[in-house]
């Protein structure tokens, strides 16, 4: 260790970028930036907070372009500023590295999320079984609140049921269906799925939030939506309670739509030989990203542009601060614990040893700003 190589310096870039590329926390993409005046360059340039952006949510490859609030865009072209290359890769190393550390964040402060119900693809009396009554545990005239989809001959009937999010923009980590248990019929059967999937969109381009909203709920909605994200198949147990399904990992809901396809029935009706599949209640656990986060879909090419605030993402991560006692940066324990390799890379940077002698100086007017902007400082 005594003989130290800035690899960044030495290495041809594809193999730097390679290694760079190991990194899988903003904060530490961030700090990369932050050892020389190289470095900062080089991570910019080589668009590294992008793509572990990308790597962990290729949904994001969609972005055609990002925003930001007029008063920054008209900062930005102010005097001694000619909106440069330049300008354009640092502003979206910065929305990358953000993008990421709110989700990191989310994903320790989740919430429910979903805003109201949209359709069921059948329902056996509406509005007394609508899919609404999913969103609420509440007993009414003595008995429980649920919907049930119209019998069916074929057990492998699916049915699907699609709610609108919080959000336009939300990370979604697990979704949870209770399947209703008929207790005023004989045997008190349960009306389960046999297994559930789960979709993630946005509604078609010549459909608007109104257009939806005016939809009717025990009509089939599924043809007017475009669904980014299918997950696995889910086997579901034919039991009265809060059945969970967690996502391998978190994931991105771009446009703001959830679709649960319960795929199988179970159970007949005695009083006419039919399948039917109920469900009792629905909860989706994450949280969303807007109003720091927030997209358009671009018509026709059905890309997106994101829009970031980097005011109200300050703001964001001190809320969550406060709310959940998290602190935006690792204790000292956890960080030796996580040191890996960028504890290696940095520790000069930190002063754990004797520093190594870098190319450039560690001064440049935007950094303090632009490690704070994340929360760092």
């Known amino acids: 260790m005594e003989t130290r190589v800035d690899f960044v310096q030495s290495l041809q870039s594809d193999m730097s970028v390679n290694i760079l590329a190991c990194l899988n926390d903003p904060v530490d993409v961030v700090r990369a930036g932050s050892v020389s005046g190289l470095w900062h360059h080089f991570v910019i340039t080589n668009g590294i907070s992008k793509q572990l952006c990308l790597r962990r949510f290729p949904q994001l490859s969609g972005i055609e372009r990002i925003t930001e609030p007029d008063w920054i865009t008209t900062e930005a072209n102010g005097v001694g500023s000619h909106n440069s290359s330049w300008d354009i890769m640092k502003r979206d190393h910065n929305v990358y590295a953000s993008l990421l550390h709110a989700i990191?964040?989310?994903?320790?402060?989740?919430?429910?999320?979903?805003?109201?119900?949209?359709?069921?693809?059948?329902?056996?009396?509406?509005?007394?079984?609508?899919?609404?009554?999913?969103?609420?545990?509440?007993?009414?005239?003595?008995?429980?609140?649920?919907?049930?989809?119209?019998?069916?001959?074929?057990?492998?009937?699916?049915?699907?049921?699609?709610?609108?999010?919080?959000?336009?923009?939300?990370?979604?980590?697990?979704?949870?269906?209770?399947?209703?248990?008929?207790?005023?019929?004989?045997?008190?059967?349960?009306?389960?799925?046999?297994?559930?999937?789960?979709?993630?969109?946005?509604?078609?381009?010549?459909?608007?939030?109104?257009?939806?909203?005016?939809?009717?709920?025990?009509?089939?909605?599924?043809?007017?939506?475009?669904?980014?994200?299918?997950?696995?198949?889910?086997?579901?147990?034919?039991?009265?309670?809060?059945?969970?399904?967690?996502?391998?990992?978190?994931?991105?809901?771009?446009?703001?739509?959830?679709?649960?396809?319960?795929?199988g029935r179970v159970q007949r009706q005695h009083s006419d030989n039919l399948f039917y599949t109920c469900v009792s209640h629905v909860k989706v656990m994450g949280g969303p990203l807007c109003p720091a986060f927030d997209i358009d879909i671009l018509e026709p090419s059905g890309k997106f542009a994101l829009k970031y605030n980097p005011e109200v993402f300050r703001w964001m991560l001190q809320s969550f601060s406060e709310d959940s006692n998290i602190s935006p940066m690792p204790s000292e324990e956890e960080a030796v614990e996580h040191v890996g390799v960028m504890g290696f890379l940095l520790q000069a940077y930190h002063g754990g040893i004797e520093p190594m002698v870098w190319d450039e100086p560690m001064e440049w007017d935007d950094d303090d700003e632009e490690m704070d902007e994340l929360g760092i400082l």
């Open 104 to 263: 990191t964040t989310l994903n320790t402060c989740q919430s429910e999320c979903i805003a109201y119900a949209v359709s069921a693809s059948s329902t056996d009396r509406f509005p007394a079984e609508s899919v609404a009554n999913t969103l609420t545990t509440r007993r009414y005239l003595g008995g429980h609140s649920y919907w049930s989809s119209k019998g069916h001959a074929d057990p492998d009937a699916p049915e699907t049921l699609i709610y609108k999010l919080k959000a336009d923009l939300c990370v979604i980590s697990k979704i949870s269906v209770q399947p209703f248990e008929a207790f005023y019929q004989l045997g008190q059967p349960i009306y389960s799925a046999k297994s559930v999937r789960f979709r993630l969109g946005h509604p078609k381009n010549s459909l608007d939030e109104n257009d939806i909203v005016q939809m009717p709920q025990q009509q089939p909605a599924d043809d007017k939506f475009i669904w980014t994200y299918t997950s696995e198949v889910y086997p579901m147990e034919q039991k009265n309670c809060l059945q969970q399904f967690k996502l391998p990992q978190p994931v991105l809901c771009i446009g703001g739509y959830l679709q649960i396809e319960l795929l």
